[in-house]
């Protein structure tokens, strides 16, 4: 290889790439491609490759393939000691299984087409592809094999010639159409897109992609590099979520590697739906109709271990039944997540009020929210257990966000998450009762709900235990915890992050204080009107030297928090852990796949963070602070239909009320209510001490 480059053009969804190469005889040829997967039409990816002989000439072979010979990583051998392998090495070691069957292979005069099937779920995927040379090929063949499909072109340039060819493909499922039509319809798209050409193909996309940076884009002044660390994020978040199909989800790496086997863990609802609220409300109304389509795996869960209601999967796929793994990939290790991380389905209900808060669609909540609240509840209700001693209602066996304490009673962020649950579900009962009593009514019969359920699950709330250190006004992560042995932290890795002590790793890090990440940090985040700013600065103060963020969660949630509590210099220093965390692979397992829930946390530290914005009391609240050497942070926020341009600088802030189903908007500044009507821009000026 002479010389590479290859650049993603975020502003488009675009990946380019330009090489030349020289073989053994001298011979130098450049490759040039761009390649896209249209946001225009997502049954749609596009190739152009162009190759120029620099000092030659000869024949050039396009070779264009559809290759249905896919493998998953599936087991890791056991090795001494923890070795770290390269992508390829794993791929050469791992134990791999199949999980498609090929159904049909033709070639026809113009197009290939190739057909799957998964072996387990029955789902068709089908695939056509075709090519369009610059100038026509001087032969044309194809070649079949098992479950793979090629087409070849040979070409005979001359030294310096550029022979170009785009290769169109076409996907469907039988997700979205019966098996017997997807062939068919593979090949229309396929032939509607061969008539309007690359260009416009091209084009179409990036229209698409401009409004998604009309609505998404946040802007760094004076920090080139977060800016674009920020948009990586952003563009991370825009691809992995489909608003048009509400039977799916976004996986802990979103679809970017092996890693969780695409499963949706509690990181859906607390770390990306936020970014979907305020930016793609759509798109964070399919997130959570998925929860919905998976309501019958969460009955199907409860059921099996005991309980009432719905239980939502700590790893949920298509289904919603839980499908955490028992072990570890090399089998040394018990995982008791899936039995004993409740907490997600406290979580699952926190997405669905955060939504309906934000964006008043209240259609959504009697039809499908209410559901979801009520069977919960119904859960937690049967979970609960009354201690004799004191007769409060306490949760025993648990695992809260911090996954290094396992087999813990009444974890903080748990039980008070679920007393706030029960709280919520009860409050929205009684709205509906007065206010839409048909919409109560349906949702009763469907799930068979008695009229003093509700009431059950307010006087339940009021009787969970919640670990509280009054003298020391500290919330006790779960019971026992202050007992535990104390570990100082006594080293830092080159970001500034907390190694393990020596002698300490994951698997033995239960026996002292040391943190994963922060229960309670995080619960005073996600909960901002139920604490105190003075409790809020005791708890960070005494968790957060315990803590070694050793999930990619922890850092964003830290520099939020570490804002509000005036550790301004470290909330820097976090932000830039989570925004750079698969930029420099910070987390040192890039390799696995992104961070997609890190990319959904840099957008709130941003937001949230410096730009200071959060819900109090049910409405629009901004208290922002911004680091010196940034002159403004530049965002913009849906807020029940209408769209609020906001830039944050040093002294004041503006704010811009954008045409919609609002007109007229009060928000609070620093506790100071402003109003904003369509149309005017409104600066405010800020007190530079708000923050702290």
């Not at 966000?401 to 039980?415: I, L, M, R, Y």
């Not at 960070?540 to 803590?547: F, L, V």
């Not at 341009?645 to 503006?654: G, K, P, S, W, Y």
């Not at 009320?657 to 007229?664: D, F, I, Q």
Request: contains cysteine; aromatic residues 10%; charged residues 25%.
């Amino acid at each position: 290889m002479v010389s590479h480059r290859r650049a993603l053009d975020l502003r488009q969804g675009v990946l380019w790439r330009k090489t030349v190469f020289e073989d053994d005889q001298g011979r130098r040829t450049q490759i040039e491609s761009l390649r896209f997967a249209s946001f225009a039409d997502q049954n749609l990816c596009v190739l152009r490759l162009a190759v120029t002989p620099l000092n030659h000439s000869g024949p050039v072979i396009f070779e264009s393939a559809l290759d249905g010979c896919r493998s998953n990583l599936e087991r890791l051998p056991a090795y001494v000691g923890a070795p770290v392998f390269a992508p390829e090495v794993k791929w050469e070691k791992w134990a791999k299984s199949l999980h498609l069957e090929p159904v049909a292979l033709n070639a026809g005069d113009d197009d290939l087409y190739l057909e799957m099937r998964t072996i387990h779920s029955g789902i068709h995927v089908g695939l056509a592809s075709t090519l369009l040379p610059s100038i026509p090929p001087r032969s044309n063949s194809t070649e079949r094999r098992s479950a793979w499909l090629a087409e070849r072109q040979m070409f005979e340039p001359v030294m310096g010639e550029t022979v170009s060819v785009d290769k169109f493909v076409t996907i469907h499922t039988s997700r979205e159409a019966p098996a017997d039509r997807i062939s068919a319809l593979c090949r229309e798209k396929l032939g509607a897109h061969l008539s309007l050409g690359f260009d416009h193909a091209l084009a179409a996309n990036a229209g698409v992609w401009r409004q998604k940076w009309h609505d998404c884009d946040v802007v760094i002044e004076s920090d080139p590099e977060m800016t674009q660390a920020a948009r990586f994020s952003i563009y991370h978040l825009l691809i992995a979520a489909n608003p048009n199909d509400p039977k799916v989800n976004i996986g802990a790496k979103s679809l970017s590697g092996e890693g969780y086997r695409g499963h949706v863990f509690w990181d859906t609802e607390i770390f990306l739906l936020p970014f979907y609220i305020y930016t793609q409300p759509d798109t964070a109304r399919a997130l959570l109709m998925y929860r919905y389509h998976t309501l019958r795996g969460a009955r199907t869960n409860a059921r099996a271990n005991g309980f009432r209601g719905a239980q939502f999967a700590w790893e949920s796929a298509d289904t919603g039944q839980e499908t955490t793994p028992k072990w570890t990939a090399d089998g040394r290790h018990r995982i008791w997540t899936g039995e004993e991380e409740i907490h997600v389905t406290a979580d699952v209900a926190y997405g669905v009020l955060t939504y309906v808060n934000a964006t008043g669609d209240t259609a959504f909540l009697s039809r499908f929210g209410a559901e979801i609240l009520f069977e919960t509840s119904r859960f937690w209700l049967s979970r609960l257990e009354e201690d004799a001693a004191t007769g409060k209602l306490v949760l025993r066996r648990v695992i809260g966000p911090d996954e290094f304490h396992e087999h813990v009673d009444n974890n903080a962020f748990t039980n008070r998450m679920v007393q706030w649950h029960l709280v919520q579900a009860a409050r929205i009962h009684d709205d509906l009762a007065q206010h839409d009593p048909q919409a109560l009514a349906a949702v009763a019969a469907r799930i068979g709900l008695s009229p003093d359920e509700a009431a059950e699950w307010r006087q339940a709330a009021g009787r969970v235990l919640i670990p509280f250190d009054a003298g020391r006004g500290l919330i006790e992560q779960f019971e026992g915890y202050f007992a535990l042995r104390e570990v100082p932290v006594a080293e830092w890795d080159g970001n500034d992050m907390p190694c393990y002590p020596v002698g300490y790793d994951h698997f033995n890090a239960g026996e002292t204080t040391l943190l994963k990440q922060p229960d309670v940090v995080m619960l005073m985040y996600v909960l901002p009107d139920e604490f105190s700013d003075a409790a809020k600065r005791v708890n960070y103060a005494h968790y957060e030297p315990r803590t070694l963020h050793k999930s990619s969660l922890s850092p964003a949630i830290h520099s939020i928090m570490g804002i509000e509590v005036g550790d301004r210099a470290r909330a820097l220093q976090y932000f830039r852990r989570s925004a750079l965390v698969d930029l420099i692979d910070n987390q040192g397992n890039t390799q696995d796949g992104m961070h997609i829930a890190s990319a959904g946390g840099t957008w709130q530290a941003l937001v949230f963070g410096f730009g200071g914005f959060r819900v109090r009391d049910g409405r629009m609240s901004f208290r922002p602070w911004l680091p010196p050497g940034w002159t403004a942070v530049r965002f913009s926020l849906w807020w029940h239909g209408s769209r609020i341009t906001v830039c944050i600088r040093q002294e004041d802030a503006t704010f811009l009320l954008e045409p919609g189903s609002v007109s007229r908007l009060t928000i609070c500044v620093e506790n100071r209510e402003i109003n904003l009507e369509t149309g005017h821009v409104v600066t405010v000026s800020l007190c530079p001490e708000a923050a702290a």
